[in-house]
């Protein structure tokens, strides 16, 4: 077990990693909303079974990326107090993997193939497993777990990246709204059509 005295310049090695992660991961988040707001404009016929399953979860991971980081930079004075505190977000983070992969069995307006369970089920599970693990090494180990909690924090970063731009193509090719043949046209404003006259069978030519 590690000394307080010991606690503080260890986890401070790593504060600028994680106030770079941090900041990546709050602005990233808002990203998700962007990516909401073009499946809203869509024709995208999805209900939230399918945004539970490839959309919600996107927000979470950057959401853990970013706990991860203020854990790792809070004035602990003992590894074990911040071990405990990622241990914990792991372990929620297992448990919401677990409940995503359900999810994305029950949805069915969209058939996931072998990539999709890759990047939206099974990653995210790895990751949120890793980082349990290195938690409860962390008291005893000190120095390795600590870059697996980093590798891990980039890790749910990378992956939710990745999401959201999965996402945003695939509702740009496959779900295009089509164009509206009549926008810009105005049936009453367009001017009487113009006809012939109809021909007078007795009219000589060059009669007027």
């Known amino acids: ?9 260890l986890l401070a090695q790593w504060q600028n990693f994680y106030v770079i992660a ?31 399953a490839f959309g919600t979860p996107t927000v979470v991971h950057f959401c853990a990326a970013l ?23 792991g372990a929620a983070g297992l448990v919401y993997a677990i409940f995503v992969i ?4 029950r949805q069915t307006g969209y058939k996931p193939d072998a990539e999709d369970w890759f990047w939206y089920s099974g990653l995210p599970l790895l990751a949120y497993a890793a980082l349990t693990a290195a ?3 962390l008291p005893r180990d000190r120095a390795w777990p600590l870059f697996v909690v980093a590798a891990t924090t980039l890790l749910l970063l990378f992956d939710g990246i990745h999401n959201a731009w999965d996402t945003v193509t695939y509702v740009a090719v496959n779900h295009k709204r089509p164009p509206n043949k009549s926008a810009g046209e105005n049936p009453q404003e367009k001017g009487p059509e113009k006809k ?11 009669q007027h």
């Not at 077990?1 to 310049?9: I, N, Q, V």
């Not at 709050?26 to 998700?32: D, K, N, P």
């Not at 006259?197 to 060059?206: K, Y």
């Open 102 to 105: 359900k999810h994305a069995v």
């Open 135 to 137: 938690a409860i090494l």
């Open 22 to 52: 941090g900041s990546s991961a709050g602005a990233l988040t808002g990203l998700q909303f962007v990516v909401m707001a073009l499946i809203a404009d869509s024709e995208l016929t999805s209900g939230m079974p399918e945004v539970r």
């Open 196 to 206: 012939n006259p109809p021909l007078d069978p007795n009219r000589q030519p060059g």
């Open 1 to 9: 077990m590690l000394t307080e005295e010991a606690a503080g310049p």
């Open 67 to 89: 706990l991860i980081s203020a854990i790792s930079c809070a004035p602990w004075q003992t590894l074990a107090a911040a071990a405990i505190a990622l241990g914990v977000c």
